[in-house]
């Protein structure tokens, strides 16, 4: 904030930053340990500080006031992640994404949030659970602005039907949808990639992935634990399988 904040003391040269995003996610630290987004990794970030309901309000709130505290004219935002169905956080005794946005909505200035509606499936084209999402998010914070921090649909793997022409469909109609419901921005993740992932996609794999895809989105939590329990062995892989999209967010370099 010293450095950006351009009240002439250890300023960087000719740049100063009036809009913070204080954190990523915060809402689902607990469970991104899972993927290896943040430490400690795997079940260990089950009972971790990331699963402290109030040790991450407390982060946040902290992170609100430093930058406010350095410059009262910035504004702030977080990235709410909104494609996890409430019911998984109160399986943990954990708000879900509206819960945490009303909760939340005096520790930033404009509400972000993520959208990737089209991460385990690639038909339908869930283009307007964008729109449909600031709609929900400007009404739970009582109508602070709302941007888009991240949303996006891959360009592959072809195995699992995305393609670039699928993407270029999702980008246009997300954007009007975003537009239409009031959003103030939408920043885009990513447009295409032409890499291939190594991991080798089954038409088992397809079949479960659309199976635990349905089952996760619709919020049936203890028939997904129940498939989770009698495919113990097949996890480590099926987690490759769900994250073979995360390529496809990027051009190859």
């Known amino acids: ?27 689902q630290a607990m469970f991104t340990t899972l993927y ?58 954990l708000p879900g ?12 200035d404009i509400v972000g949030f993520d959208a990737y509606p089209n991460y385990y499936y690639a038909d339908p084209i869930n283009s307007d659970t964008v729109g449909e999402r600031v709609d929900m998010l400007q009404e ?14 891959p360009a592959g793997p072809l195995e699992l039907g995305y393609t670039e022409e699928k993407q270029a469909q999702y980008l246009v109609d997300s954007v009007h949808s975003a537009v239409d419901a009031g959003a103030i921005g939408y920043i885009h993740f990513k447009l295409t990639s032409t890499y291939q992932p190594s991991i ?37 892989h099926m987690i490759e399988v769900l994250q073979a999209v995360e390529p496809f967010w990027v051009p190859e370099l």
């Open 1 to 27: 904030m010293e450095r950006y904040d351009g009240d002439g003391y250890k300023d960087a040269d000719g740049m100063v930053i009036k809009y913070w995003q204080i954190e990523n996610e915060l809402n």
């Open 97 to 108: 994404w509206p819960a945490a946005a009303f909760q939340w909505r005096n520790s930033m």
């Open 140 to 153: 739970l914070s009582g109508g602070k602005p709302v941007i888009i921090m991240e949303s996006g649909y």
């Open 36 to 93: 290896g987004w943040r430490e400690p990794t795997g079940t260990a970030g089950l009972t971790s500080l990331w699963a402290d309901w109030d040790f991450l309000t407390t982060l946040l709130d902290t992170l609100n006031r430093a930058v406010h505290d350095s410059d009262p004219t910035a504004l702030t935002t977080q990235n709410l992640h909104t494609d996890i169905p409430p019911e998984y956080n109160r399986l943990f005794g």
């Open 200 to 236: 080798e996609v089954t038409e088992q794999d397809k079949e479960n992935l659309e199976l635990i895809g349905q089952l996760f989105e619709d919020g049936h939590v203890l028939a997904l634990l129940a498939w989770i329990a009698l495919h113990e062995d097949e996890i480590p």
